[in-house]
């Protein structure tokens, strides 16, 4: 294992998500946008709940959804660098199957880190003031991570379906949109509705990062019991994603 | 330190292939491709040695299976002393592979192209600079090595693509069809390049359907039709012995065919 090939790695990620406006406005700066727009008109409407305002309702859900996007950017990097044949030449140098995962680990740890950073951030500058401790972010990181993981399995299985970038950008919002419709910031608009949220990764990490923000404590049980789901069903959609990317790398 | 080809080997061929199939297994009820169909042949040690066929013939399917990216049906394939199936891991160190694609990331500069596949090679920074900028003013690409690939024209991203190739100075080079879809004057630049690499003793083995590639750059060839080899030579000996003006009419003589026809 060569830390050199792994940052190598990592770098090309981070200047991808920089240099294409695509992944750039999608990935990092529309959850932003959406958080200031929201928050200078919503900052300050109780709505339906008397305890909470809407904003502070949705910002969760507004975190997760960044971490949804990851679904497009890895369906479009993948399907695109197969299409250009990069896959391939890849797979001709040293580069091992076990340094790749890797390098991938540590890109999908960062992105993460970015949007939790930029977006909590416009979140802060618009007055939200969350309950959480220090120990309560590192645990809404870990959620965050977590989805990011989920949905870096379900960009790879994803990119398996399309030809080229463009498909799979495209259907990569088959699992973005339901996820984002019943499980992120979006209050449901039919009766009923959100009584299935629990068949989506998201809805784990929108509940999780609720209960923390609202100042719940650490020790409540079902704080970590949603924590476990999650981290099982990432893990799955994430193996599977590999198992998925292995087979069609030299496609 | 650089990586070597298998000492064992050293004074002998550098590609060794023996009975050689690779078959896909048909879907829907077709029956089975047999894209490779025992095929066999040598390469020598700082030889040039083509595949020539019209598409579909199998060619890029043998560069596939010896650069690691597909595993035969059959047969054995040696690559600098390494067997295939085996020793993958030695054999990429020693070897480097230009795809027929352009494979090169749109949103990197020429040089950050350059400078990844270089990394991935564990090649120090010095040693990159160094021989990046060799291979980029022998190209013509050195002006341009800032900028996004995403502004280069076809036959610039060849170009660079054929530089990657290069950039860690590998023992055996694989180019799978190097001069596809270039204009003329392009092609011969490459040639030109193809030729002084080859002066340096590298073993080279290319893929092509251009019979003027082929007649050009190459030592020996070998003419593959439907995953079969069906002539295999140096270009001259081939066209003297089927006593014929050149290998594309080798091609017709022996299958009926033009190589081109297909494309």
């Not at chain 1, 727009?37 to 997760?64: D, K, V």
């Not at chain 1, 608009?189 to 629990?198: E, P």
């Not at chain 2, 990046?132 to 170009?159: D, I, N, P």
Request: charged share 20%; net charge positive; with cysteine.
């Amino acid at each position: 294992m060569k830390t050199k090939r792994i940052l190598t790695i990592v770098k090309m990620e981070l200047l991808r998500v920089l240099r294409d406006p695509v992944v750039l406005v999608f990935t990092v700066l529309l959850v932003p946008l959406l958080i200031l727009i929201f928050g200078l008109t919503m900052g300050s409407n109780y709505g339906w709940h008397s305890e909470y305002t809407i904003f502070e309702i949705m910002l969760p859900g507004f975190l997760t959804y960044a971490c949804l996007m990851t679904i497009y950017d890895v369906a479009a990097s993948v399907a695109g660098e197969r299409a250009l044949g990069i896959q391939r030449r890849i797979n001709t140098t040293p580069l091992t199957s076990a340094e790749y995962i890797l390098s991938q680990l540590i890109s999908y740890t960062i992105k993460p880190l970015i949007q939790l950073f930029l977006g909590f951030g416009v979140a802060l500058i618009v007055g939200y003031r969350p309950l959480a401790t220090a120990a309560g972010y590192l645990l809404v990181i870990v959620f965050l991570v977590l989805l990011t993981f989920c949905s870096v399995g379900f960009g790879l299985i994803t990119a398996h379906f399309a030809k080229s970038a463009g498909a799979a950008g495209g259907l990569a919002f088959i699992f973005i949109v339901p996820q984002q419709i019943f499980a992120t910031f979006i209050p449901p608009v039919f009766i009923g509705a959100d009584s299935f949220k629990w068949i989506f990764p998201s809805f784990y990490a929108t509940e999780g990062l609720g209960y923390i923000f609202a100042g719940s404590s650490l020790t409540d049980l079902y704080l970590w019991m949603i924590l476990g789901i999650l981290f099982a069903i990432s893990i799955v959609i994430y193996v599977i994603g590999i198992l998925v990317y292995e087979k069609n790398k030299n496609k | 330190m650089k990586a070597s080809i298998n000492k064992k080997y050293a004074n002998s061929n550098s590609i060794e292939v023996k009975d050689l199939k690779k078959h896909f297994t048909g879907k829907r009820g077709l029956e089975d491709v047999k894209a490779v169909d025992g095929v066999s042949f040598q390469v020598e040690n700082g030889e040039v040695f083509g595949i020539l066929g019209p598409n579909g013939a199998g060619k890029s399917t043998i560069v596939n299976i010896l650069t690691g990216i597909s595993s035969p049906t059959e047969g054995t394939a040696i690559v600098g002393g390494f067997n295939v199936k085996t020793e993958l891991k030695q054999i990429k160190k020693v070897i480097s592979m230009c795809p027929q694609e352009p494979s090169v990331y749109k949103f990197l500069t020429g040089f950050e192209n350059i400078q990844f596949f270089g990394n991935l090679h564990l090649m120090s920074k010095k040693e990159i600079m160094g021989r990046s900028e060799e291979l980029l003013k022998m190209l013509g690409l050195y002006e341009a090595r800032k900028r996004k690939t995403k502004g280069y024209s076809g036959g610039m991203l060849r170009q660079l693509s054929l530089i990657i190739a290069l950039i860690n100075e590998p023992d055996i080079l694989f180019l799978d069809e190097p001069t596809v879809g270039m204009d003329p004057r392009a092609r011969r630049k490459v040639w030109e390049f193809l030729g002084s690499i080859k002066k340096q003793n590298k073993t080279i083995l290319l893929t092509t359907h251009y019979i003027e590639e082929a007649e050009a750059l190459c030592d020996r060839v070998a003419i593959i039709d439907y995953g079969k080899l069906i002539a295999i030579g140096p270009p001259q000996k081939l066209i003297e012995e089927h006593e014929v003006n050149n290998l594309e009419e080798v091609f017709l003589k022996i299958t009926g065919r033009r190589i081109l026809e297909g494309i």
